[in-house]
């Protein structure tokens, strides 16, 4: 069993920062890929960003390529998302998903991941 914890999420002013943290625990934890989605208000979750755990290969939404950046701390088991220039359309449920095994879905679909956090608000005003 593995479990995802997110944290860092609040209110903030458009144009400021936040970073996201996502810790993994479980036995003997390894994972193949992880990932951001998010869902705002009224809307369907959405893919936000991945990295693979080699950190070879990161890919972005193009809605925050350039402002949010995902990295990893593999001794603490640990995904960031450093989100910079916050707009008001970022205002959502962020979420953090792993991918175990190395699924055949796309990364930028939730069918991918096998396990999810219960996610963290953001919210960014105008």
């Known amino acids: 069993q593995v479990q995802l914890v997110e944290s860092g999420g609040g209110l903030v002013q458009a144009g400021g920062s936040l970073r996201l943290s996502c810790a993994a625990s479980?036995?003997?934890?390894?994972?193949?890929?992880m990932a951001w989605f998010r869902q705002p208000p009224g809307k369907e979750r959405e893919f936000v960003a991945t990295?693979?755990?080699?950190?070879?290969?990161?890919y972005y939404a193009d809605s925050v390529k350039g402002r949010f950046t995902i990295a990893r701390d593999n001794a603490k088991n640990t995904v960031y998302l450093q989100m910079n220039s916050l707009k008001p359309e970022d205002t959502a449920v962020y979420y953090c998903?792993?991918?175990?095994?190395?699924?055949?879905?796309?990364?930028?679909?939730?069918?991918?991941?096998?396990?999810w956090g219960q996610g963290t608000q953001v919210t960014v005003s105008s």
């Open positions: 998903g792993v991918d175990l095994y190395g699924g055949s879905s796309y990364y930028y679909t939730q069918e991918r991941y096998d396990y």
């Open positions: 479980g036995s003997t934890f390894s994972w193949y890929a």
């Open positions: 990295m693979w755990w080699s950190g070879s290969s990161t």
